[in-house]
């Protein structure tokens, strides 16, 4: 049987220190298995989806300038990553449609 993992997160080490510095996020003890400041990119996240057992994680981005990026690892890694956009500015639909 095949793992999905429906949200997986690309993390660089400046996004993950603006979500840690967060003061909503000062409960959590640990991000990502770990202090959480380096991030996880590519091989990182590879590396831990093959040691959990996780054949394909799903990368969830704004449909904003993180979506390309998101469909350019998808697409340098078949089957181990598909791309799941989601709307940026729910009260702008038809810019978002135009997006899509």
Request: with cysteine.
């Amino acid at each position: 049987m095949d793992i999905v993992d429906i949200w997986v997160n690309l993390v660089t080490e400046a996004s993950a220190a603006q979500f840690l510095g967060a003061a909503e996020n000062a409960h959590i003890p640990s991000y990502l298995g770990s202090s959480g400041t380096g991030g996880i990119g590519v091989d990182a996240m590879l590396t831990l989806m093959d040691e959990l057992g996780v054949a394909t994680g799903v990368l969830c981005t704004g449909l904003d300038g993180g979506a390309e990026k998101a469909l350019a690892v998808a697409d340098a890694h078949p089957g181990r990553f598909l791309v799941a956009g989601g709307l940026v500015d729910p009260d702008h639909p038809t810019r978002n449609v135009r997006r899509i």
